[in-house]
């Protein structure tokens, strides 16, 4: 399956890397739109601050009730540049217990007591420290009172507000990145929408793309890489579908065996299944070639075990830099650019399956097997039977000359085909009054089996076997299955011209 990718976190904040000057600096910073302050003044900045690093006013402001009901005159005016007195006191410690905490308040005189306090430090409070800080304050007769702890400050600094803050001590700009983020989501949005307009919107597509290596500067001349086979620096590759991080494509299709019961699997590399527009004539012909001797050996297999194994990749759209949809002569096709990996190129991750008719089979749990010849031989044919044909009734026929796929296999308990055997051409006697071309059934698999023990294996194959046998057939009768490929009368003339050139 296509891998993960690791997204980016935020590590811990380091206020350990501040000296403890500039973390009181941090401190006043912050409170600065806490409260409605009439000043703030920096006191331990001058080295006699009676152990307060701190000191704040905050504005009051008069009760118009309280003058409307005549109280004014028996309360005292409050100055115009005072206020409700706070003490701030920052603490650069590593870790700061209930004994500590206490501590630090004994500084504050129950006397004179600020209106509130706040113990700003580097490290984290438990439980009994934050019930010692409660309970020393009431008792020193301070109204309001706050502890912040590291993971306090921290959950400030992370706050848009603050974001001048967080960069001005410690570099870091969450709205920079979010602004950044957001230039990598919109490129993901206009790559997208690009390959839907130039691909399409339907899945299943199969079109040709270019991924070319960004770093490259010399394309489209592969002689200029001596290593260019083994790192190429372009590839074409056919995109066949969407996926939500991008566009799947076909990396390799191979023939391949399977066996369900048994939990076992083969396939041979000795054939790519996909061609390139990009491949030469020559490159061509090879790979036909050898595909017509590997598909000779596997389409004597069983049906039931013929397969194909499939590999598909993943380029994603977050790592597309440019897309050029017109392409150019030598490759006519959209060019993608990429950087390339060392050892994947353009493919971000790949996924590998076994496909048998039109179900997707997953490998877990399978096993793979040695069933694959590693050097497959040259076609050959068997007996070819024209005078000693086969009539298949009009329904089969039909089937047959239609092309319908779900015909392709005769079964008989009478020994009516039994002279058949695998590679065997044998002439179907029936005319086709719509056209002049013979058809032939190439036998490619034979056996013999109980029908009821066939029919558990192959339940919808009991209409056709009705059809070509009789109903009410009993179960423990041997039935005789013969497999087929249709062919064509100009085929087997072919195939009659190799015979006789072999027998020369």
């Known amino acids: 399956m296509v891998k993960s990718k690791i997204t980016r976190t935020y590590g811990p904040i380091h206020f350990e890397d501040l000296d403890p000057h500039r973390f009181e600096d941090l401190i006043r910073e912050l409170i600065y739109d806490y409260k409605d302050w009439q000043t703030i003044e920096a006191t331990g900045r001058s080295g006699?601050?009676?152990?307060?690093?701190?000191?704040?006013?905050?504005?009051?402001?008069?009760?118009?009730?309280?003058?409307?009901?005549?109280?004014?005159?028996?309360?005292?005016?409050?100055?115009?540049?005072?206020?409700?007195r706070w003490m701030f006191q920052g603490k650069r410690e590593k870790d700061i217990g209930p004994k500590r905490v206490k501590e630090i308040l004994a500084d504050i005189d129950s006397k004179n007591p600020p209106y509130g306090y706040i113990l700003a430090a580097s490290s984290n409070f438990s439980k009994d420290s934050y019930d010692v800080f409660r309970?020393?304050?009431?008792?020193?007769?301070?109204?309001?009172?706050?502890?912040?702890?590291?993971?306090?400050l921290e959950d400030m600094l992370y706050l848009p507000k603050n974001d001048r803050i967080l960069f001005t001590f410690f570099g870091i700009s969450l709205v920079s990145?979010?602004?950044?983020?957001?230039?990598?989501?919109?490129?993901v949005v206009v790559n997208k929408n690009k390959l839907y307009r130039i691909l399409g919107d339907h899945m299943n597509f199969y079109q040709s793309v270019l991924f070319r290596d960004s770093k490259d500067t010399h394309y489209p001349y592969k002689a200029e890489y001596k290593d260019f086979k083994d790192h190429p620096r372009w590839l074409e590759y056919k995109a066949i579908d969407y996926h939500p991080l991008g566009i799947i494509?076909?990396?390799?299709?191979?023939?391949?065996?399977?066996?369900?019961?048994?939990?076992?699997?083969?396939?041979?590399?000795a054939v790519n299944l996909i061609f390139r527009e990009s491949d030469l004539q020559e490159?061509?012909?090879?790979?036909?070639?050898?595909?017509?001797?590997?598909?000779?050996?596997?389409?004597?297999?069983?049906h039931r075990n013929q397969a194909y194994f499939i590999r598909n990749g993943l380029t994603r759209y977050d790592e597309m830099l440019v897309i050029d949809d017109k392409g150019d002569t030598w490759y006519k096709f959209p060019h993608i650019f990429v950087d390339f990996g060392p050892k994947t190129g353009p493919i971000t991750g790949s996924y590998n399956y076994l496909k048998l008719g039109e179900e997707i089979i997953s490998l877990e749990g399978y096993k793979r097997i040695n069933k694959f010849p590693k050097l497959f031989k040259a076609p050959i044919v068997g007996t070819i039977y024209e005078e000693k044909g086969i009539t298949l009734n009009n329904p089969d026929f039909n089937m047959?000359?239609?092309?319908?796929?779900?015909?392709?296999?005769?079964?008989?308990?009478?020994?009516?085909?039994?002279?058949l055997r695998p590679k065997?051409?044998?002439?179907?006697?029936?005319?086709?009054?719509?056209?002049?071309?013979?058809?032939?059934?190439?036998?490619?698999?034979?056996?013999?089996?109980?029908?009821?023990?066939?029919?558990?294996?192959?339940?919808e194959a009991q209409w056709m076997i009705e059809r070509q046998v009789g109903q009410n057939l009993n179960k423990n009768i041997i039935l005789n299955i013969y497999e087929f490929k249709i062919t064509y009368d100009f085929i087997v003339e072919k195939e009659k011209s190799r015979m006789k050139k072999h027998e020369l």
């Open 177 to 187: 990145r979010r602004k950044s983020r957001t230039t990598e989501i919109r490129q």
């Open 249 to 269: 494509v076909a990396l390799r299709k191979y023939f391949a065996y399977i066996d369900i019961e048994k939990k076992e699997f083969d396939f041979t590399e």
């Open 424 to 459: 065997d051409i044998v002439l179907v006697l029936n005319q086709d009054t719509e056209g002049s071309s013979k058809y032939y059934l190439r036998i490619t698999h034979k056996e013999s089996e109980k029908l009821e023990d066939y029919l558990k294996k192959n339940p």
């Open 48 to 84: 006699n601050d009676d152990g307060f690093d701190i000191r704040a006013y905050e504005k009051v402001y008069k009760d118009s009730q309280s003058e409307n009901n005549g109280e004014s005159d028996e309360t005292e005016n409050v100055h115009p540049m005072e206020g409700n």
């Open 135 to 152: 309970d020393e304050l009431r008792k020193k007769g301070v109204m309001e009172f706050y502890l912040w702890g590291k993971a306090e």
């Open 400 to 419: 047959l000359k239609h092309g319908n796929e779900s015909f392709r296999t005769l079964y008989e308990c009478d020994g009516r085909y039994s002279f």
């Open 283 to 302: 490159e061509r012909t090879e790979q036909r070639k050898n595909q017509e001797k590997v598909e000779d050996y596997w389409e004597y297999l069983p």
